[in-house]
């Protein structure tokens, strides 16, 4: 099976160094910049889990001539028009995509581009970023994908996804197949958003908002408007889910913070509008109160704007 990875970013890079690991027969469609750096240093992995190097397969965007097996999307939700255009000549008829992306809008996207049957499903949990020179930081011992069929998947799909879990069964990650994978990128969905909201919108840690006067009710606001919304969406949280995000979000130990909030401290675009304002839309559509969400959302596209606007008076 022929795998293309776009990106050997943070997330592409460790999965696609690991599968490589394992022997599978990964590309990397990287920019040039990228494979500058993949060139000089090859693709270091270090992790809590040992350190590894391997010597990276990498084609850039114009010279991509054939059709792979399976295409993994590891990009940024706001970069995914881009990234389309990037693997369509990838993409051949037995081609299936598999993203990595935050949020569940992208399946709407990629099924419209290349056919709900070429879509598979996909959520990773992991901290990681990449060194100054280009080596993949695995900042702590998580490191879960999860993937599977969609309903619209069509079923030559399930051998090839069977073969990347072998791969990854040879490494330390975890790695799951899924028979119902919209229930897991809900679970995902409602996790992730009630900490980007929250953490973003007070701009601090999960212990610091929880161990404030009113935190603890916000947070739990917050979590219940997002489980409201998947239960109103056919796909309440399991139990297991549940007390997995109570025990992350009601810590007032913990220091753990959404990425989005580093993004936004630090100048950067968010993945706001693809995570935390798409719940919300999807919360008011089944008659959710969004409780928090709202202000979330309001916090974080006053911030596009207004750094739009201060970009445009100094051009």
Known sequence: MK???????????????????????????VRSRRAAQLAEHGLAVRSPFGDFDVQPRWVEATAVREPYDLVLLTCKAYDLDGALEAIAPAMGPSTHVLPLLNG???????????????????????????????????????????FGPLPGTSPDARAKLEQLHGFLSKTPVDSVLVDDMRQEM??????????AAMTCLMRAAVGDIVS?????????????????????????PREAAMGGFR?????????????????????????????????????????VDPGPLRAAWCHLESHELRARREARSTE
């Not at 220091?255 to 995570?275: F, K, N, P, Y």
Request: net charge neutral; proline share 3%.
């Open 3 to 29: 795998i293309l990875i776009l990106g050997a970013g943070a997330i592409g890079g460790y999965f696609g160094a690991r599968l490589q690991q394992a022997g599978a027969d990964v590309t990397f469609l």
């Open 186 to 195: 809900w679970e995902k969905f409602v996790g992730l958003c009630t900490l």
């Open 212 to 236: 404030s006067e009113e935190g603890t009710a916000l947070m739990t606001e917050a979590l219940d408007a997002c489980a409201g919304t998947a239960t109103a969406n056919g796909h309440p």
């Open 104 to 146: 569940l809008s992208h399946l709407d996207r990629l099924a419209q581009v290349f056919g709900a049957e070429r879509v598979v499903g996909g959520c990773c949990s992991i901290p990681v970023t990449l060194g100054p020179k280009g080596e993949v930081l695995h900042l702590a011992k998580m490191h879960r994908i999860a």
């Open 247 to 287: 025990r992350m979000l009601f810590d007032p130990a913990s220091a753990g913070m959404a990425s989005m909030l580093r993004d936004l401290e630090g100048g950067h675009r968010t993945e706001g509008r693809h995570v935390v304002a798409d719940m919300l839309h999807r919360a008011r559509a089944a008659g």
